[in-house]
Protein backbone atom coordinates (compact mmCIF):
# COMPACT_ATOMS: atom_id res chain seq x y z
CA UNK A 1 0.00 0.00 0.00
CA UNK A 2 0.62 3.40 -0.69
CA UNK A 3 1.85 4.95 2.72
CA UNK A 4 1.07 9.25 3.15
CA UNK A 5 3.23 11.22 5.20
CA UNK A 6 1.81 14.33 6.32
CA UNK A 7 3.76 17.03 8.17
CA UNK A 8 3.50 19.12 10.83
CA UNK A 9 0.65 17.05 12.08
CA UNK A 10 -0.41 19.99 14.94
CA UNK A 11 0.13 22.94 12.89
CA UNK A 12 -0.47 26.30 15.02
CA UNK A 13 -1.12 29.38 13.17
CA UNK A 14 -1.91 33.06 13.90
CA UNK A 15 -5.05 34.32 12.10
CA UNK A 16 -3.75 36.65 9.14
CA UNK A 17 -0.61 34.28 8.54
CA UNK A 18 0.52 31.34 6.08
CA UNK A 19 0.16 28.38 6.69
CA UNK A 20 1.73 24.98 4.91
CA UNK A 21 1.21 21.30 5.20
CA UNK A 22 3.46 18.69 3.45
CA UNK A 23 2.45 15.53 1.81
CA UNK A 24 5.04 12.59 0.89
CA UNK A 25 4.03 9.64 -0.97
CA UNK A 26 5.60 5.92 -0.69
CA UNK A 27 5.61 5.82 -4.37
CA UNK A 28 5.10 7.93 -7.03
CA UNK A 29 1.22 8.97 -7.50
CA UNK A 30 1.94 9.66 -11.56
CA UNK A 31 -1.16 7.85 -13.55
CA UNK A 32 -0.75 6.21 -16.21
CA UNK A 33 -2.44 9.04 -17.93
CA UNK A 34 0.32 11.57 -17.21
CA UNK A 35 -2.42 12.68 -14.59
CA UNK A 36 -1.02 12.95 -10.95
CA UNK A 37 -3.95 11.70 -8.77
CA UNK A 38 -2.97 13.68 -5.12
CA UNK A 39 -6.60 15.59 -3.03
CA UNK A 40 -6.93 17.13 -0.16
CA UNK A 41 -9.58 17.06 1.88
CA UNK A 42 -10.77 19.49 5.18
CA UNK A 43 -12.29 18.64 7.91
CA UNK A 44 -13.80 21.50 10.19
CA UNK A 45 -14.73 20.16 13.71
CA UNK A 46 -18.01 18.18 13.91
CA UNK A 47 -18.73 17.81 10.28
CA UNK A 48 -18.03 15.55 7.58
CA UNK A 49 -14.88 16.07 4.99
CA UNK A 50 -14.63 18.17 2.09
CA UNK A 51 -12.33 18.26 -0.89
CA UNK A 52 -10.48 21.23 -1.52
CA UNK A 53 -8.15 20.71 -4.23
CA UNK A 54 -7.95 17.73 -6.62
CA UNK A 55 -4.62 16.35 -9.26
CA UNK A 56 -2.23 18.51 -6.93
CA UNK A 57 -3.75 22.11 -7.64
CA UNK A 58 -7.47 21.93 -9.31
CA UNK A 59 -9.60 24.05 -6.22
CA UNK A 60 -13.12 22.56 -6.09
CA UNK A 61 -15.58 24.88 -6.85
CA UNK A 62 -16.13 27.17 -3.86
CA UNK A 63 -13.02 26.49 -2.06
CA UNK A 64 -11.76 30.45 -1.51
CA UNK A 65 -8.60 31.18 -3.49
CA UNK A 66 -6.21 31.38 -0.38
CA UNK A 67 -6.18 27.45 -0.76
CA UNK A 68 -3.66 26.38 -3.24
CA UNK A 69 -1.99 23.07 -4.28
CA UNK A 70 1.48 22.14 -5.82
CA UNK A 71 4.00 19.24 -5.91
CA UNK A 72 4.59 16.53 -8.56
CA UNK A 73 5.41 12.95 -8.22
CA UNK A 74 6.10 11.61 -4.30
CA UNK A 75 6.41 15.51 -2.93
CA UNK A 76 3.24 18.02 -2.27
CA UNK A 77 2.08 20.33 -0.37
CA UNK A 78 -1.01 22.20 0.26
CA UNK A 79 -0.27 26.22 1.27
CA UNK A 80 -2.95 28.48 2.97
CA UNK A 81 -1.89 32.30 2.24
CA UNK A 82 -3.87 33.91 5.08
CA UNK A 83 -5.38 31.90 7.65
CA UNK A 84 -8.90 32.71 8.65
CA UNK A 85 -10.88 31.22 12.02
CA UNK A 86 -12.63 29.02 9.78
CA UNK A 87 -10.15 27.31 8.34
CA UNK A 88 -9.97 25.51 11.55
CA UNK A 89 -10.39 21.76 11.11
CA UNK A 90 -7.86 18.77 10.53
CA UNK A 91 -6.32 18.57 6.47
CA UNK A 92 -6.00 15.24 4.91
CA UNK A 93 -4.15 14.08 1.55
CA UNK A 94 -5.25 11.18 -0.28
CA UNK A 95 -3.72 9.47 -3.06
CA UNK A 96 -5.96 7.73 -5.81
CA UNK A 97 -3.72 6.59 -7.97
CA UNK A 98 -3.01 3.24 -6.37
CA UNK A 99 -5.64 1.01 -5.05
CA UNK A 100 -6.53 0.96 -1.87
CA UNK A 101 -6.96 4.86 -1.88
CA UNK A 102 -4.77 5.75 1.30
CA UNK A 103 -4.92 8.80 3.50
CA UNK A 104 -2.49 10.54 5.33
CA UNK A 105 -2.29 10.92 9.23
CA UNK A 106 -4.43 14.60 9.01
CA UNK A 107 -2.88 18.08 10.06
CA UNK A 108 -5.36 19.66 12.69
CA UNK A 109 -4.69 23.47 12.19
CA UNK A 110 -5.55 25.41 15.30
CA UNK A 111 -5.72 29.15 15.90
CA UNK A 112 -2.62 30.21 18.48
CA UNK B 1 -25.94 20.50 -5.41
CA UNK B 2 -24.92 17.02 -4.74
CA UNK B 3 -26.94 15.33 -2.12
CA UNK B 4 -25.62 11.87 -0.09
CA UNK B 5 -27.83 11.49 2.81
CA UNK B 6 -26.50 8.05 4.90
CA UNK B 7 -28.54 5.16 6.79
CA UNK B 8 -29.03 2.25 8.61
CA UNK B 9 -26.12 2.95 11.24
CA UNK B 10 -26.45 1.78 15.05
CA UNK B 11 -25.72 -0.56 17.73
CA UNK B 12 -24.41 -4.67 16.99
CA UNK B 13 -22.66 -7.21 18.66
CA UNK B 14 -19.59 -8.38 17.01
CA UNK B 15 -20.64 -11.42 14.75
CA UNK B 16 -23.75 -9.39 13.38
CA UNK B 17 -24.73 -7.84 10.70
CA UNK B 18 -25.53 -4.68 9.08
CA UNK B 19 -26.87 -2.36 6.19
CA UNK B 20 -25.45 0.91 5.11
CA UNK B 21 -27.58 2.75 2.69
CA UNK B 22 -26.75 6.38 0.98
CA UNK B 23 -29.52 7.94 -1.31
CA UNK B 24 -28.28 10.03 -3.65
CA UNK B 25 -29.36 13.23 -5.37
CA UNK B 26 -28.74 15.90 -7.86
CA UNK B 27 -26.53 14.14 -10.06
CA UNK B 28 -26.48 11.25 -12.63
CA UNK B 29 -26.19 8.77 -10.19
CA UNK B 30 -25.82 5.53 -12.60
CA UNK B 31 -22.34 6.91 -14.14
CA UNK B 32 -20.38 7.76 -11.32
CA UNK B 33 -18.44 5.39 -9.21
CA UNK B 34 -19.53 5.62 -5.79
CA UNK B 35 -16.92 4.48 -2.78
CA UNK B 36 -17.66 4.15 1.47
CA UNK B 37 -15.34 5.93 3.77
CA UNK B 38 -15.10 5.57 7.37
CA UNK B 39 -13.62 7.22 10.74
CA UNK B 40 -13.23 5.64 13.99
CA UNK B 41 -13.51 7.86 16.66
CA UNK B 42 -10.96 10.12 17.13
CA UNK B 43 -9.39 8.87 14.54
CA UNK B 44 -8.28 9.18 10.67
CA UNK B 45 -10.30 8.71 7.64
CA UNK B 46 -10.13 5.21 5.95
CA UNK B 47 -10.92 3.95 2.87
CA UNK B 48 -13.84 1.39 2.61
CA UNK B 49 -14.99 0.18 -0.22
CA UNK B 50 -15.28 1.25 -4.05
CA UNK B 51 -17.91 0.30 -7.07
CA UNK B 52 -17.45 1.70 -10.49
CA UNK B 53 -19.94 3.60 -12.45
CA UNK B 54 -21.77 2.04 -15.42
CA UNK B 55 -22.11 3.21 -18.98
CA UNK B 56 -18.54 5.13 -18.59
CA UNK B 57 -15.15 4.91 -20.06
CA UNK B 58 -13.38 3.68 -16.61
CA UNK B 59 -14.97 0.12 -15.59
CA UNK B 60 -13.28 -1.43 -12.73
CA UNK B 61 -14.41 -4.33 -10.33
CA UNK B 62 -15.46 -3.25 -6.86
CA UNK B 63 -12.57 -2.54 -4.44
CA UNK B 64 -12.10 -3.46 -0.94
CA UNK B 65 -9.85 -2.59 2.50
CA UNK B 66 -8.11 -5.81 3.14
CA UNK B 67 -9.51 -5.04 6.82
CA UNK B 68 -13.18 -5.60 5.32
CA UNK B 69 -12.58 -7.93 2.04
CA UNK B 70 -14.17 -10.99 2.28
CA UNK B 71 -16.83 -9.04 4.81
CA UNK B 72 -18.42 -6.22 3.22
CA UNK B 73 -20.02 -6.00 0.06
CA UNK B 74 -20.58 -2.74 -2.16
CA UNK B 75 -23.36 -2.60 -4.23
CA UNK B 76 -26.21 0.21 -5.85
CA UNK B 77 -29.97 0.13 -6.70
CA UNK B 78 -30.01 2.08 -9.62
CA UNK B 79 -34.52 2.23 -9.49
CA UNK B 80 -33.68 3.77 -6.49
CA UNK B 81 -30.51 6.21 -6.50
CA UNK B 82 -29.12 4.32 -3.84
CA UNK B 83 -25.42 2.95 -2.81
CA UNK B 84 -25.53 -0.47 -0.21
CA UNK B 85 -22.58 -1.62 2.00
CA UNK B 86 -23.52 -4.57 3.58
CA UNK B 87 -21.18 -5.32 6.51
CA UNK B 88 -21.16 -8.84 8.10
CA UNK B 89 -19.03 -10.85 10.46
CA UNK B 90 -18.90 -7.16 12.64
CA UNK B 91 -15.94 -6.12 14.73
CA UNK B 92 -15.34 -3.97 17.07
CA UNK B 93 -12.69 -2.25 15.11
CA UNK B 94 -15.59 -1.96 12.47
CA UNK B 95 -16.98 1.04 14.71
CA UNK B 96 -16.45 4.17 13.01
CA UNK B 97 -18.85 6.73 11.40
CA UNK B 98 -19.35 5.67 7.76
CA UNK B 99 -19.31 7.71 5.33
CA UNK B 100 -20.83 7.57 1.31
CA UNK B 101 -19.06 9.56 -1.20
CA UNK B 102 -19.46 10.26 -4.68
CA UNK B 103 -16.52 9.00 -7.07
CA UNK B 104 -13.75 7.50 -6.08
CA UNK B 105 -11.63 10.50 -5.86
CA UNK B 106 -14.20 11.82 -3.07
CA UNK B 107 -15.67 14.73 -4.20
CA UNK B 108 -18.90 15.01 -2.01
CA UNK B 109 -19.67 13.49 1.13
CA UNK B 110 -22.75 13.05 2.90
CA UNK B 111 -23.14 13.34 6.81
CA UNK B 112 -22.17 9.92 7.81
CA UNK B 113 -23.70 6.93 9.82
CA UNK B 114 -22.52 5.35 12.94
CA UNK B 115 -21.76 2.08 13.88
CA UNK B 116 -20.88 0.41 17.18
CA UNK B 117 -20.00 -2.73 17.68
CA UNK B 118 -20.07 -3.87 21.45
CA UNK B 119 -20.95 -6.66 23.09
Known amino acids: DVVMTQSPLPLPVTLGQPASISCRSS???????????LNWFQQRPGQSPRRLIY???YRDSGVPDRFSGSGSDSDFTLNISRVEAEDVGIYYCMQATHWPHTFGQGTKLEIK | EVQLLESGGGLVQPGESLRLSCEAS????????MSWVRQAPGKGLEWVAS????????????YYADSVKGRFTISRDRSKNTLYLQMNSLRAEDTAVYYC????????WGQGTLVTVSS
Open chain 2, 51 to 62: LSGEGGTTYFDP
Open chain 1, 55 to 57: KVS
Open chain 2, 101 to 108: AKGDWFDS
Open chain 1, 27 to 37: QSLVYSDGNTL
Open chain 2, 26 to 33: EFNFVIYA
